[in-house]
Nanobody, 131 residues
């Protein structure tokens, strides 16, 4: 049974940083795209970032404009884990953050940015940024 478990959420002041982790189990995700989404209160769930493997030890990352330059996605295929380093946080970043993985293989610069492309989801972790 596939499980994806996020951790690292919490309360942080504006300008601060948090690092989210997502541990996946139940199958290999080495060829899957792994991504992060977030859902703010009263809003739809939005894409944040995704990462593909494009070669041995080489990855391609793609970001939403809203987080580009502030957030960094990374992954450890050996540990089936994906990370999201979030810097320069502001109150607009307050949301529940979800990690996800595709069932299909993604490689090169073909990115998965839509919810329907992801088959596996975590339960979410709350990030609250105070002003």
């Amino acid at each position: 049974q596939v499980q994806m478990v996020e951790s690292g959420g919490g309360l942080v002041q504006a300008g601060g940083s948090l690092r989210l982790s997502c541990a996946a189990s139940g199958r290999s995700f080495s060829s899957s795209a792994m991504g992060w989404f977030r859902q703010a209160p009263g809003k739809e769930r939005d894409f944040i970032a995704t990462i593909n493997r494009i070669g041995s030890g080489t990855y391609y990352a793609y970001y939403a404009d809203s987080v580009k330059g502030r957030f960094t996605i990374s992954r450890d295929n050996d540990q089936n884990t994906v990370y999201l380093q979030m810097n320069s946080l502001n109150p607009e970043d307050t949301a529940v953050y979800y990690c996800a993985a595709t069932r299909a293989s993604y490689s090169g610069i073909s990115v998965a940015t839509r919810e329907y492309e992801y088959a596996f989801w975590g339960q979410g972790t709350q990030v609250t940024v105070s002003s």
